[in-house]
């Protein structure tokens, strides 16, 4: 399956247009984790603990994306959008597109 932000898929012909399909990915905060990151964020660095969770659930709503599309017969995923919000200590990612099918 093919996502892209872009409205079309360079050397490929969208042939019928599916509709609009969106995945999410709502990930809880870990304590330990976060205490952990709260010390990196004191002494400076990186927070790889924070970027693994980030990775984890952007790949997870990429994934629920592109399984709605396949759900409606699109074989791609155009025009694809990510946003990023926190609610209550957790990390929620939406990403959202049309499902097309594309030669």
Do not use: C, W
């Not at 490929?12 to 995945?23: D, F, L, N």
């Not at 927070?47 to 599309?69: D, F, I, P, V």
């Amino acid at each position: 399956m093919i996502s892209t932000t872009t409205p079309t898929v360079e050397g490929h012909s969208i042939t019928q247009y599916h509709g609009i399909v969106v995945g999410e990915a709502i990930l809880g905060a870990n304590v330990f984790r976060d205490i952990f990151a709260g010390i990196t964020d004191i002494i400076g660095g990186r927070s790889g603990a924070h970027e693994e969770s980030l990775a984890k659930a952007r790949a997870t709503a990429l994934a629920e994306m592109e399984q709605h599309a396949a759900d409606l017969g699109g074989n791609a995923v155009v025009g694809v959008d990510l946003d990023y919000e926190v609610i209550n200590n957790m990390l929620m990612v939406s990403a959202s597109g049309t499902a097309v099918t594309i030669d």
